[in-house]
């Protein structure tokens, strides 16, 4: 079992900065592929990034391209995702979730991860509001 806590979340800007954190508790938190999920007002949950295991592959949605960034330190049981030139339909709450990585695990390369049902773990979300 893993139990993901987010923090980070706040009021900030239009084109402002924000990080968000994500602390796993559990021991197999490096075999574990996480990524950050969004959902906003009347929208579906969507995903902005995901990572591997190792860190070594991050895959980053076309909507926040360029703009965030998201990274893991296993040694802390972290990930994060660095939000910078935030727009006002940044606004959400945002998740982290994770999932055992298999493809890492067998020497694959890491499978698309950008559908929900793909993660078993998830946070209780932290609320992004971009004021313009």
């Known amino acids: 079992q893993v139990q993901l806590v987010e923090s980070g979340g706040g009021v900030v800007q239009d084109g402002g900065s924000l990080r968000l954190s994500c602390s796993a508790s559990?021991?197999?938190?490096?075999?574990?592929?996480m990524a950050w999920f969004r959902q906003a007002p009347g929208k579906e949950r969507e995903c902005v990034a995901y990572?591997?295991?190792?860190?070594?592959?991050?895959y980053t949605a076309d909507s926040v391209k360029g703009r965030f960034t998201i990274s893991r330190d296993n040694a802390k049981n972290t990930i994060f995702l660095q939000m910078n030139n935030v727009q006002p339909e940044d606004t959400a709450v945002y998740y982290c979730?994770?999932?055992?990585?298999?493809?890492?695990?067998?020497?694959?390369?890491?499978?698309?991860?950008?559908?929900?049902?793909?993660?078993?773990?998830w946070g209780q979300g932290t609320r992004v509001t971009v004021s313009s």
């Open positions: 979730a994770g999932t055992w990585d298999s493809d890492s695990a067998y020497g694959r390369t890491l499978r698309p991860r950008w559908q929900s049902g793909q993660y078993d773990y």
């Open positions: 559990g021991r197999t938190f490096a075999t574990y592929v």
């Open positions: 990572i591997s295991a190792r860190g070594d592959s991050a």
